[in-house]
Every structure is written in structure tokens, then in C-alpha cells.
Nanobody
């Protein structure tokens, strides 16, 4: 499956932004778990959140819990990362990824990656 991440941009602290991850050629639902990761300048890529293969379970990194939410459209081919109350620490390139596992918290769980979309939060 090929993934396309989009929706990044420049926002101010406290703003909201929604990222999209679209699958080409296939749908996610009941085929792949979908994860979001991010890499800030000078840092390692880190887990942000995950939506399970069945679409009914999510998990998030502690740093974004309560502020970010992952969901899927009805067609099952787009997964969203809704980001609220953004902070300067959220500035990073955000990647979506797909896994053949039911659920994945680690980069190694994912076989398919999108190209990344840059989110910049100004304080």
C-alpha cells in the first residue's frame, strides 16, 4: 500500500490542525493498523499514536494524550490525526505508516511509510 500524508503547515501555539493519511490502491480498514510518528529537528523519530486494524482501538504517546485523536473516514481509505492545543514541542515532520499487525507501537511494526508532512508551531 502507498501512503500519502498531508495537512501540515505553520500554526500558532494553541491552534488545531488535522493531518490526513490516504491509502492508494487499498483501504486501511481490516487490512492495516495505521500509526502516526513524528521527528523533531535533531531528535529521533517517535511514536505519536495508532489506530488498530479493526478501527476500534487507539493508543497515544503520553505527550499527546488528551490533545490528539486518530480517526478513519467511512470509506476506510483515509486516517486522520486531529491535533488540538498545539505546542511548540509538537513541531516536527509527521509520518503515517501502515502495519500488517493488528496494532503497533513501534517503528519496527510498520512496513509501509508515507513521505511526511511538516508541522511548525510558533509560540
Amino acid at each position: 500500500v502507498q501512503l500519502q500524508a498531508s495537512g501540515g503547515g505553520l500554526v500558532q501555539a494553541g491552534d488545531s490542525l488535522r493531518l490526513s493519511c490516504t491509502a492508494s490502491g487499498r483501504t486501511f480498514k481490516r487490512r492495516y493498523a495505521v500509526g502516526w510518528f513524528r521527528q523533531a529537528p535533531g531528535k529521533e523519530r517517535e511514536f505519536v499514536g495508532c489506530l488498530s486494524w479493526s478501527g476500534d482501538r487507539t493508543d497515544y504517546a503520553d505527550s499527546v494524550k488528551g490533545r490528539f485523536a486518530i480517526s478513519m473516514n467511512n470509506a476506510g481509505n483515509t486516517v486522520y490525526l486531529q491535533m488540538n492545543s498545539l505546542k511548540s514541542d509538537d513541531t516536527a515532520v509527521y509520518y503515517c505508516a501502515a502495519s500488517n499487525y493488528d496494532f503497533g507501537l513501534y517503528e519496527a511494526d510498520y512496513s509501509y511509510w508515507g513521505q511526511g508532512t511538516l508541522v511548525t508551531v510558533s509560540s
